[in-house]
């Protein structure tokens, strides 16, 4: 079977397992904490960001959806909005080792180098307790905490479930939706979204 082929199955895949509902977290409720480490040999806990927005970006290079996202530049602007508004993003990587999207941290910095891409950092999951504890699903599957550690959105990047790109541009973004309305006061809308891409691969 082609890699090409295989990627496509993966992602085939992964459509059939996004429409399960996140049983993790909740709307509302505290995000879990974690303490990961990150590309950058530094200890990294969503504790050190209350007082702040944080994204969560479950991620695997490899995903075509990802690369939907990532090769259109979509999710680099994505990044750069949030955090020059002074969001904090954090991108996880729960692929475990030997699976798809598992990356040591060279390569996660080269990814970053490579598609100018703007997190706050990149912090590795490979055993998936933290991607567990979410019910982090799909690559891309995203998440927004508050300031007061409360999860206020958990979803798909966007309205449009498929790999091409040129979908992006009449998609609604239901970040930069959910991150406006949370940052205008207003109570996020659409704060449950599907999400869809392949499925994260865990260890188990």
């Keep these: 079977m082609s890699a090409a082929r295989n990627i496509a199955m993966v992602g085939a895949l992964a459509l059939t397992a996004c429409g399960m509902a996140a049983a993790g977290v909740e709307i509302g409720a505290p995000a879990p904490d974690f303490t990961l480490e990150s590309s950058d040999a530094a200890t990294v806990s969503l504790a050190d960001y209350r007082g702040q927005y944080v994204v969560l970006e479950w991620t695997n290079h490899d995903c075509p959806y ?24 954090l991108t996880i990587i729960s692929s475990a080792p030997g699976k798809q999207g598992h ?4 390569q996660a910095n080269s990814l970053t180098a490579s598609r100018d891409a703007a997190p706050d950092a990149v912090l590795f999951d490979s055993n998936g307790d933290v991607g567990n ?16 550690g409360r999860l206020i959105y958990q979803g798909g990047i966007d309205d449009k479930p498929t790999s091409r790109k040129a979908d992006i541009e009449t998609a609604t973004n239901y970040v930069r939706k959910a991150l406006g309305e949370a940052l205008a006061g207003e109570q996020v809308v659409n704060a449950v979204t599907r999400p869809y891409g392949c499925s994260v691969k865990y260890k188990s």
Excluded at 66 to 89: C, D, F, P
Excluded at 103 to 106: G, H, L, R, S
């Design 103 to 106: 990356v040591d941290a060279a």
């Design 66 to 89: 990802v690369r939907k996202h990532y090769e259109s530049g979509n999710m680099q602007a994505l990044q750069r909005e949030a955090t020059e508004q002074g969001i904090t993003w």
């Design 133 to 148: 504890a979410y019910a982090a699903k799909t690559t891309p599957h995203m998440y927004i905490v508050d300031p007061q």
